[in-house]
């Protein structure tokens, strides 16, 4: 089947819009995690998702990040007001259990003015 | 808490020269270890990983990680280096902790192969 997929693969937006970015699993993986790699810097745990489990929001930056999963199927991670600092990849993961090797997608580049 | 330390964000060899990753964790529960690889412009892969049984694991491309309980690492090897390997890695590890699964990445190294 397919692997994770993301989109969009690239946005460019203004200081103080929001933006959604989407995560579609790969199918049958309980377990999605979203990540933030800002340039030069490794991969910061931002959320993760397990079944119909509360999620675990501890690595969400400020409020203006929330991020929403519909049982097992795609994710959508919402940042509102974006600044600057926003600017970074944002990577989605899934995983058949939360303990198994995750699985990448591309990422979305986001880009803020 | 856990936590993932890699010495060295830059590393360089010659081409069919070891490669030697560093990684060190810290857990205060047994964890599961992993290796995942990040080539230009694309998400990250799976090399290898640890979860329970034999030490000495090996993945995919020629490398192999040994996890050592007693100096709490998991340092990742290639006998010979090649121009393909020049990528980001990363180590990780999850544990359960807080009644989550907790997956923790280490900053990352880049791996430059100079021919």
């Known amino acids: 089947g397919a692997g994770v997929s993301q989109s969009p693969s690239n946005k460019v937006t203004e200081k103080g819009k929001d933006v959604e970015l989407r995560c579609d699993p790969i199918s049958g993986h309980t377990a999605l995690y979203w990540y933030r790699q800002r340039l030069g810097q490794g991969l910061e745990f931002l959320i993760y998702f397990q079944g119909n489990s509360a999620p675990d929001k501890s690595g969400l930056p400020s409020d203006r990040f929330s991020a929403e999963r519909t049982g097992e199927s795609v994710s959508t991670l919402t940042i509102q007001r974006t600044q600057q600092e926003d600017s970074a990849v944002y990577l989605c993961a899934s995983s058949y259990r939360a303990s198994d090797t995750q699985y990448f997608g591309p990422g979305t580049r986001l880009t803020v003015l | 808490a856990q936590s993932v330390t890699q010495l060295g964000s830059h590393v360089s060899v010659s081409e069919g020269a070891l490669v030697l990753l560093r990684c060190n964790y810290s857990?205060?529960?047994?964890?599961?270890l992993f290796w995942y690889v990040q080539y230009p412009n694309q998400g990250l892969q799976l090399l290898l990983k640890?979860?329970?049984?034999?030490?000495l694991v090996k993945g995919i491309n020629g490398f192999e990680a040994e996890f050592k309980k007693s100096e709490t690492s998991f340092h990742l090897t290639k006998p010979s280096a090649h121009m393909s390997d020049a990528a980001e890695y990363f180590c990780a590890v999850s544990a359960v902790s807080g009644g989550y699964q907790k997956v923790t990445f280490g900053i990352g190294t880049k791996l430059q192969v100079i021919p």
């Open positions: 640890y979860t329970t049984g034999a030490t």
């Open positions: 857990s205060s529960v047994p964890p599961y």
